[in-house]
């Protein structure tokens, strides 16, 4: 979801409509924006190695399914789903799990802005803006390790970017 607001405030808007030049300089002309997004994990399909490369399936080989898959788990980055579901398959077989059977973790992300924009003349304006992507700075999990065969198999070990704020001036003709 997105949104974009003028601040009705300054010369030709609802509230101080008859103020001056210079008032309007610093009072008018203000927009904020914003951009929402929540979104539930991408599919992920759990791998196992293909031992010995009998099978020829360059790292897409899947796991065996041996329990629960949504078995009881505390979702954390340590363990995002229950590793004790999968196991490796046997040389020369490949896995009997099936592809996108889990989901990595979600979105949950916030970007703002806070633009004001001065007029030039009728045709061109100058924007200041001051943006902030990630604005409440909420972790944002990256895809846990999905190789049944690897150490580290399904613990998150990335986020994505922290709150990173930038300032810019746009100039508009």
């Known amino acids: 979801s997105s949104f974009v607001y003028n601040i009705p405030v300054g010369r ?25 997004t929540f979104q539930v994990g991408f599919p992920m399909t759990i791998t196992g190695n293909d031992d010995g490369g009998l099978n020829d399936t360059f790292g897409t080989n899947r796991a065996d399914i041996v329990g629960d898959i949504h078995g009881s788990v505390n979702r954390s980055i340590a363990q995002w789903f229950n590793t ?12 009997n799990s099936g592809r996108s059977i889990l989901n990595a973790p979600g979105i949950n992300n916030w970007d703002t802005g806070l ?36 150490p580290n198999f399904g613990r998150v070990q990335d986020a994505r970017a922290a709150r990173v704020n930038q300032g810019g001036l746009k100039f508009l003709f």
């Not at 004790?84 to 896995?95: D, R, V």
């Open 84 to 95: 004790a579901a999968f196991k490796q398959p046997a040389i020369g077989y490949l896995g």
């Open 115 to 150: 633009f004001k924009n001065f007029k030039i003349t009728e045709r061109a304006n100058v924007q200041f803006r001051f943006e902030s992507f990630n604005s409440w700075n909420h972790t944002q999990w990256g895809v846990p390790d999905r190789n049944v065969a690897s």
């Open 12 to 36: 030709g808007m609802k509230y101080g409509s008859t103020m001056n030049k210079v008032a309007d300089a610093f009072i008018g002309g203000w927009q904020v924006n914003g951009i929402a």
